[in-house]
């Protein structure tokens, strides 16, 4: 039964943020907190993310064991195993071609450790992301290849660089894709094209589409051990340990903001015990640099670590991200860490004054479909994080564009579910709208002329019009748990933290929290709105709306809700600043009770 025709959680028809509320899955209504059995807590939000009844023991501890599939599944994955090997055996020179972001950095990580644990140094080469842009040169990987580079191979990148690989294919080196952004149905000329958003995968492989890069790469890992292993290879040496290799593959996986469902989620479970573990110590500094004391959490790869590793490539030194997590020097790996905290402090400036500039902008585009904004000076580093601010507030796919003297544009968009923003940007590109433009559904990168970037936003919105609307109508909140204020509590947040890692196409579970009067309602930091509600069961909490101060539910907060009673809906969290840990409410949206 579709969500729509089911009841509304408390009668909320038009929250304050404009959406109905209902129940992911079943009713969950704990009234005054009883939870009993945390497990079966965990088993409903197991199932209303669509694991079958049967399939649920699988799912509540996910394993590599339970969920890899075989890598042989997947086009090209044995071509690529058996001309790495070849090089291994026969010690040639090989370089990884990366790209600048914590996919492409963990991705280069992950094969030159691996690399190196066969017993060959090989390069890495990673692009700098204002002097050269995303994806594979010809001019660079011809230059390898001069240099003695007989074997490159790329990742998070090249599988639209039919120009690029072209010019390496008649320089006469090898060069192997591992990518996982859309393909177009010819594919550029390599030794191996391995990703499985290939048009020409097989149904398994294919039901593979959601993994990162650096999924891909780990598959690839495994292919290669297992061809050495038939060769005879490990007789007289150890064989690498990959499950150490999965710290990495969880950072590259949460960050790119991959969807956590499937191997996945296998992926960042398992990688989660490993960084703990600290044994990679440019990890280890990573952590240290983050101001973690304690063992990071899946929201700690998205908001502390992978922005740190991002930064080098967006506004530093591209190189710094892959540096940090291969070198074995303890004292490197402090250094470059502090180096990445700081290029952090500095894109989160720059990345304000864009955001501002650009929501200038937007005040003339309320009957866009997807928002546009384009202007000179802007940063390119950070025009992917604003396209993603203005998309969470507008919730229509938006696109920031920074454009250079020469007039051309880079572009970095973010979608919203049901809305394939990738297949739009290739489109634009066959339509001859964009020099460069690829991606995924739910982000994507671009070139733009600026003399066709009118036409480019009139085709783009024209296009995805009708599936903006459809994706627009009946905006719901999906709620997996109620319970009065006494109910919210570190017992409740440890149960449902059962159903995790989430993220991206495993949502965290949201929970609604009433009815509450607000004791305190003021802002803190950069525009977040800080409250104090209690409820009639005299149960108080404390909740913080991020980013909320200048929007309709926060001025409806902070304003006109004294005295009134609320229903409250949000994500739960430990806060374990006071003296006793006690649980509060990240609050996503808010309904007037009475």
């Known amino acids: 039964m579709a969500s729509t025709a089911l009841p509304q959680v408390f009668g909320v028809s038009n929250s304050l943020t404009g959406r109905a509320w209902r129940w992911r899955g079943g009713n969950m209504d704990l009234g005054q907190g009883h939870f009993g059995d945390g497990e079966s807590i965990v088993r409903q939000i197991l199932l209303a993310r669509g694991v079958a009844p049967e399939d649920v023991q699988r799912h509540l501890s996910p394993t ?102 072209a010019m390496a294919s008649d320089a006469g080196v090898d060069v192997i894709v591992v990518d996982h952004h859309k393909c177009s149905p010819e594919l550029p000329r390599a030794a191996a094209l391995v990703n499985p958003n290939r048009l020409d995968e097989n149904d398994l492989a294919a039901a593979h589409g959601h993994l990162a890069a650096v999924g891909v790469a780990f598959l ?14 490990f007789e007289d040496r150890k064989e690498p340990d990959l499950f150490a290799l999965l710290d990495v593959v969880a950072l590259g996986t949460v960050a790119d903001v991959a969807a956590l469902h499937g191997l996945n989620r296998a992926f960042v479970a398992q990688g989660l015990k490993v960084m703990a573990r600290r044994d990679n110590i440019g990890m280890s500094a990573l952590i240290d640099a983050s101001r973690l004391k304690r063992a990071p959490a899946c929201s700690d790869l998205g908001f502390a670590l992978g922005p740190r590793i991002n930064a080098g490539g967006r506004v530093g030194e591209s190189t710094l991200g892959v540096r940090l997590l291969t070198t074995q020097d303890p004292d490197e790996a402090r250094e470059i860490a502090a180096q990445l905290s700081a290029l952090n402090e500095e894109r989160r400036a ?156 495993w949502p965290g579970p949201r929970v609604a929290v009433g009815p509450v009067r607000l004791v305190k309602c003021d802002i803190v930091g950069n525009d977040h709105v800080r409250i104090i509600a209690s409820g009639d069961d005299g149960k108080s909490f404390k909740g913080i709306a991020f980013r909320a101060a200048e929007s309709e539910m926060g001025q409806a907060l902070l304003h006109a809700s004294r005295g009134r009673r609320l229903w409250l809906a949000g994500r739960v969290k430990i806060d374990d600043w006071g003296a006793r840990p006690a649980a509060e409410l990240h609050l996503e949206d808010a309904a007037f009770a009475d």
């Open 220 to 233: 690839l890992a495994i292919a290669l051990v297992r061809t050495l292993r038939a060769q005879d290879y």
């Open 350 to 505: 720059i990345e304000a004054e864009v955001q501002q500039a650009a929501e200038e902008q937007l005040a003339a585009q309320h009957n866009r479909a997807v928002h546009v904004v384009a202007a000179k000076g802007w940063h390119p580093g950070v025009i992917g994080i604003v396209a993603g601010r203005i998309k969470e507030k507008s919730g229509k796919p938006s696109l920031v564009i920074a454009l250079d003297e020469n007039g051309e544009g880079k572009g970095s968009g973010r979608s919203v579910p049901g809305v394939d923003l990738g297949a739009a940007i290739i489109r634009a590109r066959e339509e001859g709208l964009l020099v460069k433009g690829g991606g995924h559904a739910m982000a994507a990168g671009l070139t733009v002329a600026e003399d066709k970037l009118e036409a480019f936003t009139d085709w783009l919105d024209a296009h995805l019009e009708a599936a903006v609307a459809r994706a627009g109508q009946n905006r719901e909140m999906l709620l997996d748990i109620a319970v009065a204020p006494g109910g919210l509590t570190p017992d409740l947040v440890e149960a449902l933290d059962g159903g995790g890692p989430y993220g991206v196409g």
């Open 64 to 165: 590599l064991r339970d969920f890899l599939p075989d890598p042989s599944e997947f086009n090209d994955m044995d071509a690529a195993a058996d001309r790495i090997a070849q090089a291994v055996l026969t010690n040639e020179r090989i370089t990884v071609y990366g790209d600048y972001d914590v996919d492409g950095a963990t991705s280069s990580a992950l094969l030159i450790r691996l690399l190196r644990d066969l017993g060959v140094e090989a390069d890495y080469y990673i692009p700098d992301r204002l002097l050269e842009g995303y994806g594979p040169s010809g001019e660079a990987l011809v230059k390898l290849a001069e240099d003695g580079s007989s074997l490159i191979v790329t990742v998070d990148c090249g599988a639209m660089a039919h120009e690029a690989l």
